[in-house]
């Protein structure tokens, strides 16, 4: 068993960064992908980004490629999703996701077992 707890989300203004960090509870964390989701209100969840737990290659939507960076770090259990650039349009709530020993589909919200509850991520124009 899993949990996630994301932090780092706010209010900021177009062309601002900001850090989302997501903290795991529970063993094996270097065993999980993880990755990072959003919904804007009345969409969708969409796919971000993505780290393999193996080898540590990670995947970007189109609309955040070059923009955003995820990485993470197993000696603090924590994945983070650096954004730059912001756009009104990454206006959303953002999910940490992770899933053990997923190696394909990472960009389908289904392949993941486990999810945090979200963080608001509002980018004003």
């Known amino acids: 068993q899993v949990v996630l707890v994301e932090s780092g989300g706010g209010l900021v203004q177009a062309g601002d960064s900001l850090r989302l960090s997501c903290a795991a509870s529970?063993?094996?964390?270097?065993?999980?992908?993880m990755a990072w989701f959003r919904q804007a209100p009345g969409k969708e969840r969409e796919f971000v980004a993505a780290?393999?737990?193996?080898?540590?290659?990670?995947y970007y939507a189109d609309s955040v490629k070059g923009r955003f960076t995820i990485s993470r770090d197993n000696a603090k259990n924590s994945v983070y999703l650096q954004m730059n650039s912001l756009k009104p349009e990454d206006t959303a709530a953002y999910y940490c996701?992770?899933?053990?020993?997923?190696?394909?589909?990472?960009?389908?919200?289904?392949?993941?077992?486990?999810w945090g509850q979200g963080t608001q991520v509002t980018v004003s124009s």
């Open positions: 996701a992770g899933d053990r020993y997923r190696n394909s589909g990472l960009m389908v919200v289904a392949s993941y077992d486990y």
């Open positions: 529970g063993r094996s964390f270097s065993s999980y992908t």
């Open positions: 780290i393999t737990w193996i080898g540590g290659n990670a």
